[in-house]
């Protein structure tokens, strides 16, 4: 929202000592410094988008920095009491001479269950990460040494509301009118900007709000690969053909796409499996000559789009019923060998109730906890459970709940910084309409009967559904996967092969565990090949970096 902000700083207050702000140049950028000099530590409250800042103040020697309230760009840090530095790669850090390097193996839990760790946490013992929604500032005191202090000027949910607050058609309207503003807001761009069109729900949505947006044509890009089984290629077009999009189908072709993984990986600013995808698909849509691109990114986290929601929300009613002694029988009842939904059951039975605060942790979850391959006596986690919106559950809110695990979880600490780190690593900036600060608070103050999936995304697609043709809203889920179950059993056998056997031999892996688990993937004694693809990018970043392995 630089540009409204721009207006209101250059305007004169009506009994206000502010002065206009002298701007020099159109830049987004000095809209914040003037923002900065006007409302010194509260310009966040006023700033609408994604953006990590610093601002060194030299009339107070003290130092600002700030986080946007999704979390969309990173911002690492250290901290002693002489030293304080910061970056948007943890790489620069590391660097930096200033660091220490060495692995932090309280982590390592989180990684191996969640692809990821979670704020203030990284896996170096003395770098951190500012959370979503936060403000550092940073003084020197009276001794001559550094203090900190840390602030969150957000939260996504301030008030709830009921049914009889607001009726379900009044709820639409206002859904729409935030998506509307929402995408209307993101369009503005001195370069050019296209969206990503998968032929899902989110990104069609986006794209047909777009074209409500702009007269021009939209620039849509679809990638797919050569590979039936994994293509939508054919609902991208049909969408494109509606919409009246300039459309770009790229196919990804499978020796021209596995020749891309190396690169990918060597690229990672911060391990994780989810990664390369985004890399691939930033690459070719940057070498179409596009320099932004809208997604569909939050769509399935603020509309109960994950099968989750309804499975969650269901059991949660059944909380009270003494869980323990059931999972002990049904645990013992399933087989390990199950393959992917027998063993996403078996990894839920793992739960101390049916309570959605315990269910979501072992929903995401990779690892059967007496099968993940780490040599520790205690397991800890550093999942936010967001303990201070258990309130939430008790008000017929338990699917905003889910959305708020979700979003400051898996969505923040893998898609946001995978899909952040990825992109700009093709210098294609990604802008995600649904995180929209106002859409965001507003939809997770809805009572869960609006939003409960009894079809697709039940409150998007009913906002807009003029939009939306029925083929879309009701056809299977798929998203975009490429064949990693295939290539790591045949082409990237050898690469992956290597990166496990060197990361066994860490003291704190359990070897056998670890290598008996791979071996019975080669073997197809399971399918489970998401178990060991973040575990080789953990260790070829370890192994990029010179990270120091205790």
Same mark, same amino acid.
């Given at each position: 929202n630089y540009k409204q902000l721009k207006l209101e700083l250059q305007r004169i207050q009506y009994k206000s000592a502010d002065r206009p702000y002298p701007f020099q140049t159109q830049s987004d950028t000095e809209v914040i410094l003037a923002a900065y000099y006007r409302w010194g530590k509260d310009c966040v409250k006023n700033l609408d988008g994604m953006f990590a800042f610093a601002i060194y103040d030299s009339q107070n020697k003290s130092l600002f920095i700030a986080r946007d309230r999704q979390g969309k760009k990173p911002l690492y840090y250290i901290y002693n009491a002489d030293t304080f530095a910061f970056a948007s790669e943890i790489r620069a850090l590391m660097h930096s001479g200033l660091s220490s390097k060495i692995l932090d193996l309280g982590q390592t839990y989180d990684y191996f269950q969640y692809q990821t760790t979670f704020t203030p946490n990284t896996f170096i013992q003395d770098i951190q990460i500012l959370e979503s929604a936060s403000t550092l500032s940073i003084n020197i005191n009276p001794q001559n040494k550094l203090e900190i202090k840390k602030n969150r000027y957000w939260i996504p949910v301030e008030k709830t509301l009921r049914s009889k607050d607001i009726s379900y058609e009044e709820t639409k309207t206002k859904v729409r009118q935030l998506l509307f503003s929402s995408v209307e807001k993101r369009l503005v761009s001195d370069v050019p900007l296209g969206a990503f069109l998968s032929g899902g729900i989110d990104s069609s949505a986006i794209v047909g709000l777009m074209k409500q947006s702009i007269s021009e044509p939209v620039y849509t890009f679809h990638i797919t690969t050569d590979i039936k089984e994994y293509s939508e290629n054919e609902h991208a077009h049909n969408l494109s053909e509606i919409y009246k999009t300039k459309h770009q189908n790229i196919i990804l072709r499978e020796k021209e796409t596995l020749e891309l993984v190396p690169d990918a990986i060597q690229k990672m600013d911060y391990p994780s499996g989810d990664g390369i995808n985004t890399y691939i698909v930033s690459k070719y849509t940057k070498n179409a000559g596009i320099t932004v691109a809208l997604s569909g990114l939050g769509g399935d986290e603020l509309f109960a789009g994950y099968p989750q929601?309804?499975?969650?929300?269901?059991?949660?009613?059944? @909380?009270? !019923?003494?869980?323990?002694?059931?999972? #002990?029988? /049904?645990? +013992?009842l399933l087989p390990n060998n199950f393959f992917h939904i027998g063993y996403r059951l078996k990894?839920?039975?793992?739960?101390?109730?049916?309570?959605a605060?315990?269910?979501?942790?072992?929903?995401?979850?990779?690892?059967?906890?007496?099968?993940?391959?780490?040599?520790?006596?205690?397991?800890? @986690?550093? !999942?936010?459970?967001?303990?201070?919106? #258990?309130? /939430?559950? +008790?008000?017929?809110?338990v699917i905003s709940y889910i959305s708020l695990l979700?979003?400051?979880?898996?969505?923040?600490?893998?898609?946001?910084?995978?899909?952040?780190?990825?992109?700009?690593?093709?210098?294609?900036?990604?802008?995600?309409?649904?995180?929209?600060?106002?859409?965001?608070?507003?939809?997770?103050?809805?009572?869960?009967?609006?939003?409960?999936p009894t079809s697709p995304k039940k409150l998007l697609t009913d906002a807009i559904d003029d939009l939306l043709p029925n083929d879309i809203i009701h056809r299977k889920k798929m998203g975009?996967?490429?064949?990693?179950?295939?290539?790591?059993?045949?082409?990237?056998?050898?690469?992956?092969?290597?990166?496990?056997?060197?990361?066994?031999?860490?003291?704190?892996?359990?070897?056998?565990?670890?290598?008996?688990?791979?071996?019975?993937?080669?073997?197809?004694?399971?399918?489970?090949?998401?178990?060991?693809?973040?575990?080789?990018?953990?260790?070829?970043?370890?192994?990029?970096?010179?990270?120091?392995?205790?």
């Open positions: 929601f309804k499975m969650i929300k269901k059991l949660h009613h059944l @909380s009270r !019923i003494d869980f323990v002694k059931i999972r #002990k029988c /049904l645990f +013992k990894i839920l039975m793992q739960s101390h109730s049916l309570g605060d315990n269910l979501f942790p072992h929903y995401r979850q990779i690892f059967l906890k007496k099968n993940i391959p780490l040599n520790q006596n205690q397991f800890i @986690s550093y !999942i936010n459970k967001y303990n201070e919106y #258990k309130h /939430l559950l +008790k008000n017929d809110h979700e979003m400051y979880n898996y969505m923040q600490h893998v898609l946001l910084r995978d899909t952040d780190q990825m992109s700009m690593a093709n210098a294609l900036e990604v802008r995600a309409p649904f995180l929209d600060t106002q859409l965001v608070s507003f939809v997770l103050s809805l009572p869960d009967e609006y939003k409960y975009f996967v490429l064949p990693f179950k295939a290539w790591m059993r045949k082409e990237l056998k050898v690469f992956c092969d290597e990166k496990l056997k060197a990361l066994a031999d860490y003291s704190f892996i359990d070897r056998k565990k670890l290598l008996d688990e791979w071996n019975d993937y080669q073997n197809n004694r399971h399918d489970r090949w998401w178990m060991f693809w973040h575990l080789i990018a953990l260790q070829n970043w370890i192994e990029n970096n010179y990270v120091c392995v205790e």
